[in-house]
């Protein structure tokens, strides 16, 4: 262990904080302001710990908790790209620039590790991968759920524009849980409808 | 999988966002805000990973970002110690009841892994143990060497204090991190008293 492969890894974690300044669209629970990176990725891996026996197929659960810690590190390059915006042609342009450069700030071994785990991620092709992308479309949706609507509520998001952007990734890598998202929006949907019909 | 276990699970899952709402003494690096403690085991879960080789004894790695990820989510009910703060008899009590109700929200075997790891870490007398907390205390300390002096500034706190309250928990853990560490306080220390002669 030579003091440059120290400093390097001390050079890349102090790089990361930023990713606490990355600020998403979805707010806290208690909506009280917007989430950030940093602590999003702390409660996917949570979710990741608790949630395991739900996954499709045998999946390695601490594979799938380090690809949820960095999978977002390249925002602190590239920004947060919302579900729900206008897509960006450039985004995964941005986001390997970034992953090249801050996934090297490491010594060779661990920047080849972390750089293949984000890939993994995704590429959303392994068992481990379709797990977390699942957490990572599960986490959002319980959040608008149970803050009356969040980002749908502000993009104007319909019923059947929830299912398809959320369905097919939650369904593919948790099916249990789809189901339990599928009936929580369903009836936030038709909550909404009635509202709107009454007032 | 009965749906009485799921709904546990997604119970404990929303409980704990009232982490990110726990704001902590250290500053982001920026000196932004102060970083709260999702975000601040986000990041040493992070530290774990790549500082794994540092650390004394054969860790297992997994456990030890087990327990990072979950060392403070007794805070959403007993608040944050800060380190320079007066010490509290009832926080070990409060931390304990916090524990008691926050993993109790979990299903039995859950409840029994996340608070057996919780006692672990407090105990501190695992391999896996010291290294956490060596990294919960070489981060802060990090920080407060890159923020001209953060919570020792605004604490006054001295440089014997600092070797005190940082140096044996960090040196029983992951000893090279301390001398690195120690470098870093002595430099900060000196700069500061040169600092003050001058102006
Ligand atoms: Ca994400």
Redesign the pocket.
Known sequence: MHIDDLSRRIDFLREIDRLKSVIRQSPLLDASRKEN?AE??WH?AMYALVLADYATGAVDITRVMKMLLI??IVEVDAGDMPIHGASNANQMDLEQQAAARIFGLLPDAANREFSQLWREFEAAESDEAQFAKAL?RFQPLLVNVFTQGGTWSENHVRYEQVLERYGPTIQRGAPVLWELAHRWVASHFSVVDVTNAVT
Do not use: F
């Open positions: 990176s999003h990725s996917l999978h977002d990572d």
